[in-house]
């Protein structure tokens, strides 16, 4: 069993603190919407694996130089590193992290001009862009972690609140044992599971502790 911590949208005092070592969590998962420095609190203090993807109040998140330009930052040009430091952005890619393989898609429908917004048709061409990845990978996933819930699945009845259409389909092809997300702050309000197949749809803020078995065989797929 692999222990996770997942976090999102709200910076929660009871692990933002050194205490947090005693949750022993194999690696942490950011659902957006939180300070680069509280994942990078995270990150050092618990010294495990962290991945996030951004949500629509975070920053564009910037990739590693590559090419000349990169060349020029390994040999002495200064460039500032890539934030958050010490974790992974999984956003539209598959990431293998403490046995676990984890599928990312980050953001929140448009609602204005801000970062890490998309239409359904633009996230829906994300969505088609990961489930190609996936399948080079071997298909399944043990995790799908989203900024949005998907559309009619835990989502909000306001426009900024929606879910994603496309992320359905993800489910159904990737068949994640879980599918874990931010945006939709619960104010006191439960915040049921739902169930769709053999996924879990589980809203995590401001963070959850879970046991999470990895369905995938040693070759890749699910077993």
């Known amino acids: ?45 618990l010294d495990v694996p962290v ?5 629509n ?25 890539p934030r ?16 676990l393989r984890i599928a990312g898609l980050g953001g929140s429908i448009r609602y204005n001009d ?6 359904q ?6 969505a088609k862009r990961l489930m190609k990845i996936a399948a080079k990978r071997g298909g399944g996933v043990d995790v799908l972690l989203t900024h949005s819930p998907p559309r009619g699945l835990g989502d909000g009845d306001d426009p900024p609140h929606h879910g994603f259409e496309a992320l359905h389909e993800v489910i159904e092809t ?12 619960p104010f006191g309000q439960p915040q049921p599971d739902r169930v769709v197949g053999g996924t879990t749809i589980r809203n995590v803020v401001p963070y959850k502790l879970l046991e999470i078995e990895s369905a995938l065989d040693p070759v890749g797929g699910h077993g």
């Open 1 to 45: 069993m692999v222990r996770v911590l997942v976090v999102a949208d709200e910076i929660s005092p009871v692990i933002h603190d050194a205490g947090v070592r005693r949750l022993r969590p194999d690696v942490v998962l950011g659902a957006g919407d939180l300070p680069w420095d509280y994942l990078e609190f995270l990150s050092s203090m």
């Open 51 to 55: 991945v996030f993807v951004p949500g």
């Open 57 to 81: 109040h975070d920053p564009a998140v910037e990739a590693p130089l590559s090419g000349f330009r990169g060349w020029l930052t390994s040999n002495g040009l200064p460039q500032e590193d």
């Open 84 to 99: 958050p430091l010490g974790g992974v952005n999984a956003d539209e890619s598959v990431v293998d992290v403490a046995g």
């Open 114 to 119: 801000g970062p890490n917004q998309y239409t």
């Open 121 to 126: 048709d633009e996230f829906a061409k994300r």
């Open 174 to 185: 990737l068949r994640p044992t879980w599918h874990l997300h931010g945006h939709i702050h």
